[in-house]
């Protein structure tokens, strides 16, 4: 059996499908995690810090 479904990313470990690793969830669209950290504009923009300079360290691009 094939399987074209595409499998949900987590938000919160860029580049890593979601397990699902917490109690409860089923994705990161019931993620208590993923809630918390998009709810909080600190913490949301740390998250983009963390994911662009993860993207560019994987390209090899300095920052
Ligand atoms: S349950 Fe939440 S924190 Fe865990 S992998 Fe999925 S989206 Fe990421």
Redesign the pocket.
């Given at each position: 059996m094939s399987s074209n479904a595409a499998v949900?990313q987590?938000?919160?470990?860029p580049g890593?499908?979601?397990?699902?690793?917490?109690p409860g969830?089923t994705?990161?669209q019931d993620?208590?995690?993923?809630y918390l950290v998009f709810s909080d504009p600190d913490l949301r923009a740390e998250l983009h810090r963390r994911t662009i300079a993860g993207r560019e360290n994987r390209r090899g691009v300095r920052v």
């Amino acid at each position: 059996m094939s399987s074209n479904a595409a499998v949900p990313q987590c938000p919160l470990r860029p580049g890593q499908a979601c397990t699902p690793c917490l109690p409860g969830a089923t994705g990161p669209q019931d993620c208590g995690a993923v809630y918390l950290v998009f709810s909080d504009p600190d913490l949301r923009a740390e998250l983009h810090r963390r994911t662009i300079a993860g993207r560019e360290n994987r390209r090899g691009v300095r920052v």
